[in-house]
């Protein structure tokens, strides 16, 4: 009904006891309980997603985190900004997914928390070694993270932290395969993340399907890896013939049942959709195939997940951010019921 949005005054509805508690709020002027999600959403502060700005870990089962540098990218900067606009751009974000029926927010306790911060911006080594140091303390700490990047190669230092144990298996949707050695005289660029994973034991590629590749290159080693190393490429146009169905199918016996990473640049995206990111590649998937695909993989044992290279300056209407906050919102879905799974 036309201005009755819920949250708005004493029409809020009553929420179920339980998980939810952990969305109250209390205003310190009145006293007054509210629940911020449930309110007008351009009311309150900007969070990823409109989850609750942590103050600790314990109890936390999924973790919400910004990785604001693009010092990885090869072509043009501006991901260092996108978790600030995919938090603006959260607003859109309710409670339920009323495709799939997913209310995460009442599966989970989900937080906020912040950003990873960085004190030495200039050197790839020491900005991989902060980016591992902090998924490795929050993974030990608990919960699960869902991140904001950030250039892609954000995903190598997080998959040290959550493969240290055990090597992961991974679902990539990407125009690019980002298996490239050094470039430019480092080899921590955003071409070489899953290299980079493959090398340090922490992501099987056997167990690993990048879908969406296309585009022009200078040279052939990143697919000469891929293939090499028994990583599953499903080029674009292999995925117009399979159909999201055959696809998702396709992905879901590459991972099987083991621990699973999803990491979604936002390129794989055609850029009539996803202008604003640093390496745009036309003939990409639409908006609708992506969220398609990500639904399509319910009931994977996922672990951690990252949506990355939203680059904000390269797209003042904000569209980019916004597909980056909904896939960032699809993702948590999943990531929400394999975490209640496993309770």
């Given at each position: 009904m036309a201005g009755s949005e819920p949250g708005s005054g004493s029409s809020r509805p009553a929420r179920e006891a339980g998980v939810n508690d952990f969305y109250d709020a209390v205003s310190p002027v009145t006293g007054e309980v509210y629940k911020p999600l449930d309110d007008l959403r351009f009311m309150g502060g900007t969070t990823l997603l409109r989850a609750p700005l942590a103050t600790t870990l314990e109890s936390l089962d999924i973790a919400l985190v910004g990785v604001p540098t693009d010092h990885g990218v090869t072509f043009q900067p501006g991901a260092r900004h996108g978790p600030r606009e995919i938090r603006n751009r959260s607003n859109v974000v309710r409670r339920i997914n009323v495709?799939?029926?997913?209310?995460?927010f009442s599966l989970c306790r989900i937080a906020d928390v912040g950003d990873v911060r960085f004190d030495s911006i200039y050197h790839l080594d020491e900005v991989v070694a902060r980016i591992e140091a902090h998924f490795t303390r929050l993974h030990a700490a608990g919960p699960v993270p869902l991140s904001a990047g950030g250039d892609h190669s954000i995903t190598y230092p997080i998959m040290k932290a959550l493969g240290a144990g055990r090597p992961l298996g991974m679902v990539q949707i990407d125009a690019h395969l980002d298996t490239w050695d050094a470039i430019g005289g480092s080899k921590y660029h955003h071409g070489a993340p899953f290299r980079r994973a493959v090398e340090a034991g922490v992501l099987d590629p056997e167990?690993?399907?990048q879908i969406g590749i296309r585009g022009y290159q200078n040279f052939l080693d990143g697919f000469e890896f891929s293939m090499e190393h028994g990583m599953r490429v499903v080029k674009i146009d292999?995925?117009?013939?399979?159909?999201?169905?055959?696809?998702?199918?396709e992905a879901r016996r590459v991972v099987g049942d083991g621990p699973t990473y999803i990491t979604?640049?936002?390129d794989g995206i055609d850029p009539a959709f996803t202008p604003g990111t640093g390496t745009p590649e036309i003939g990409g998937l639409t908006t609708r195939e992506a969220i398609a695909l990500l639904h399509g993989l319910r009931g994977l044992n996922l672990v951690g997940a990252d949506?990355?290279?939203v680059a904000p300056p390269l797209d003042p209407s904000g569209g980019t951010a916004l597909v980056g906050a909904s896939l960032m919102y699809e993702i948590l879905c999943l990531l929400a019921?394999?975490?209640?799974?496993?309770r």
């Open positions: 495709v799939t029926g997913i209310d995460p167990r690993s399907i292999e995925f117009r013939r399979l159909g999201v169905e055959g696809v998702v199918e979604f640049d936002v949506v990355v290279e019921e394999a975490v209640a799974s496993r």
